[in-house]
């Protein structure tokens, strides 16, 4: 297992990854499948300031990904980041996320830009809620029926950790 800076060459797996929880899941409350233009503007948004952008890579192949991003637009949320962390369903239950989650973190801690992290996770989603807890991140809170996937109303809970 490699983890290294995601380069250009990995965007249609990233796309890949993260489109399969756009049209399986609930990880993302995204309901329409991302296009490869969408994912090169948010691969440019990363490994910038306090963005970084990690890949797991196993025999070649990105098996997940964790980013930094923006949390909120406004120039005083710049020292918060909102993380992200999606693995391959073809290499779930192996501790990628784990490692993900703890490089990613270093990182965090690492850089001075960064303040906060907060994950904002769709409700019922115990492994990534259970991920987070593990690292030390203080529930922060549950806003009830938020958005509409699936024909039934998602709740998402927030996590925070100050680094």
């Known amino acids: 297992m490699l983890i290294r800076k995601a380069e250009q060459k990995d ?3 990233l796309l890949d990854i993260y489109n399969y929880e756009v049209v399986n899941g609930v990880s993302t409350l995204d309901l329409n499948p991302r296009t490869l233009a969408d994912w090169q503007l948010w691969l440019d948004r990363h490994n910038v300031e306090n963005h970084p952008l990690y890949v797991v890579e196993i ?6 990904y ?4 923006s949390y909120r637009e406004k120039e ?3 020292s918060t980041v909102e993380l992200s962390i999606y693995i391959s369903p073809d290499y779930r ?3 990628i996320a784990t ?4 490089f990613i973190l270093d990182l965090a801690k690492a850089d001075p830009r960064t303040h906060t992290v907060v994950s904002v ?6 492994a990534s809620c ?4 593990k690292f030390g991140f203080d529930f922060c809170g549950t806003v009830p029926e938020v958005g509409m996937k699936f024909g039934k109303y998602q709740d998402i809970v927030t996590y925070s950790l100050k680094v």
């Not at 964790?66 to 991003?69: P, Q």
């Open 11 to 13: 965007l249609q797996e």
């Open 130 to 133: 259970k991920l987070h807890e």
């Open 76 to 78: 005083a949320y710049k």
């Open 93 to 95: 239950k192996r501790g």
């Open 121 to 126: 996770i769709t409700a019922g989603n115990e």
């Open 59 to 64: 025999d070649g192949r990105v098996a997940g």
């Open 66 to 69: 964790s980013s930094l991003s």
């Open 99 to 102: 490692e993900l989650m703890a």
